[in-house]
């Protein structure tokens, strides 16, 4: 059984600052990983990408990936109110579907 | 580019009625789309796996015969959930993938199934 684990939080950030949120999964044999976003009552929207160990920065964004320890994290700079949302960590893809945790739910609070 | 429509946004329908939720890749050729269920705070869980042309591949615990699925052209799935039941108001939601090295999927804006 595959397994995406995340904090469901709330996760409480302060404007301005870091928001750090991570995750774990159990499939050794994933491949690609994805950060989304998902307001109340919208599909997600993908933010970020990462199929390699290390970081990965867009913009505010930064995406981390260690296969050894399979954990993902995203971390958001200058946190925004407009982030606050669920951020739902998914591994796979390709032929194969999506495996989503439950999601973080992050408040950036102004 | 990568848009993914569905059809309808919102559907409320009546106890053993059947629903029908179109899945359209806009503006690129999908070789595999998914369908997925989200329910109240809960997370987004694969349903099945669609290839165009082919049967779909249905998750552990997802009745096929209950949910099927069509697979007609590289830019349309459908879903249609057959006589439905209250237990199964949630939100749908279909994405769209093109083989390649970035395995991304594009989602659509999602279905609101509500059974009465």
């Known amino acids: 059984q595959k397994e995406v684990e995340q904090n469901s939080g709330p996760l409480s950030v302060p404007e301005g600052a870091i928001a750090s949120l991570n995750c774990t999964y159990s499939?050794?044999?994933?491949?690609?990983f994805f950060w989304y976003r998902q307001y109340s009552g919208k599909s997600p929207e993908l933010i970020m990408s990462?199929?390699?160990?290390g970081d990965k920065e867009d913009g505010r964004f930064t995406a981390q990936l260690n296969k050894a320890s399979q954990y993902v994290s995203l971390l958001i700079r200058d946190s925004q109110p407009s982030d606050s949302a669920t951020y739902l960590c998914?591994?796979?893809?390709?032929?194969?579907?999506?495996?989503f945790g439950k999601g973080t739910h992050l408040i950036i609070q102004p | 580019g990568a848009v993914v429509s569905q059809h309808p946004s919102r559907v409320i329908c009546k106890s053993g009625t059947s629903v029908k939720i179109e899945c359209r890749s806009l503006?690129?050729?999908?070789?595999?789309m998914f369908w997925y269920r989200q329910f109240p705070k809960q997370s987004l869980m694969l349903m099945a796996t669609?290839?165009?042309?082919?049967?779909?591949?249905?998750e552990q615990g997802v009745e096929k015969d209950k949910f099927l699925i069509n697979h007609a052209s590289l830019t349309l799935s459908t879903l249609t959930v057959t006589s439905a039941h209250p237990e199964d108001s949630s939100f749908y939601i279909c994405?769209?993938?093109?083989?390649?090295?970035?395995?991304?999927?594009?989602f659509g804006p999602g279905t609101r199934l509500t059974v009465l």
């Open positions: 994405s769209a993938s093109v083989l390649g090295p970035s395995n991304e999927q594009f």
């Open positions: 499939d050794r044999g994933s491949q690609s």
């Open positions: 990462i199929y390699s160990n």
């Open positions: 998914a591994a796979g893809g390709g032929a194969d579907g999506l495996t």
């Open positions: 503006d690129f050729q999908a070789t595999t």
């Open positions: 669609s290839n165009e042309g082919s049967k779909a591949t249905y």
